[in-house]
């Protein structure tokens, strides 16, 4: 509580030394001390490098089947890991190779049970367990 109060008082504060003590007042009981937590929704957020161009760093979505996803691409834009809930809202953990095939992926089924699977460059299973 105390974090609140002393913003308050540094932006009263400074409104009061550059001349605009009712302003400040304002700024202190409409602003600061009533601020309530804020959701800001989307169906896409990214995650870029700050001041430099590229590709993004992290994205979190909700995709179109109703599963959502947090992806962490690569230099190139390609993604390389990705973790995620299906639509049915079972846990899912994709990681591929450069080329974005999937090569090892860990899941929870819908009773509970892990999954896991390694698959080679062309995509073909070559181990699983269970």
Do not use: C, N
Request: hydrophobic share 45%; no cysteine.
């Amino acid at each position: 509580m105390k974090k609140p109060h002393l913003l308050a008082g540094a932006a009263l504060l400074l409104a009061s030394a550059l001349g605009g003590g009712v302003t400040g007042a304002w700024l202190v009981s409409a602003r600061l001390v009533d601020a309530q937590p804020t959701t800001i929704s989307a169906s896409r957020f990214a995650v870029t490098s700050f001041g430099a161009a590229g590709p993004s760093r992290a994205t979190l979505e909700e995709l179109g089947d109703g599963s959502a996803a947090l992806s962490f691409p690569d230099g190139s834009g390609q993604p390389r890991m990705t973790a995620g809930l299906t639509p049915a809202g079972q846990p899912v953990i994709t990681l591929r190779d450069a080329a974005g095939q999937p090569r090892a992926v860990l899941a929870l089924r819908e009773d509970g049970s892990p999954h896991l699977v390694f698959l080679d460059k062309d995509g073909y299973l070559q181990w699983s367990a269970p």
